[in-house]
Nanobody, 122 residues
Framework: QVQLVESGGGLVQAGGSLRLSCTAS??????MGWFRQAPGKEREFVAA????????YDADTVKGRFAISRDNAKNTVYLQMNNLKPEDTAIYSC?????????????????WGQGTQVTVSS
């Protein structure tokens, strides 16, 4: 069992930046992912990173603006979000899985955090 706790969300103006953090109770060999869910929409993939950090994937909607990274010594994965847009407004959740290599679909993840709200004003 893995417990995941996100932090770093908040309210920011369009064009601003935020860095989300997700700290895990245990981190060994887990792929980590970030997903988001806006009101009335399904949860969607944002970014994923393999255990070693050698593989990373980003959704097309955030490519070039968001960057995922991890610090295995701190059991923490990060999501640096730059040039934020109002359409990035959502609850952002981190997730962990042993399956595959940095998978990009919701169904491949076994453990989820509670999420942190990100609101981008125009």
């Amino acid at each position: 069992q893995v417990q995941l706790v996100e932090s770093g969300g908040g309210l920011v103006q369009a064009g601003g930046s935020l860095r989300l953090s997700c700290t895990a109770s245990t981190f060994n060999n887990y792929n980590m992912g970030w997903f988001r869910q806006a009101p009335g929409k399904e949860r969607e993939f944002v970014a994923a990173i393999s255990w070693s950090g050698g593989r990373k994937y980003d959704a097309d909607t955030v490519k070039g603006r968001f960057a995922i990274s991890r610090d295995n010594a701190k059991n923490t994965v990060y999501l640096q979000m730059n040039n934020l847009k109002p359409e990035d407004t959502a609850i952002y959740s981190c997730a962990a899985t042993f399956r595959g290599v940095a998978p990009t679909t919701v169904s491949q993840y076994d453990y989820w955090g509670q999420g942190t709200q990100v609101t981008v004003s125009s």
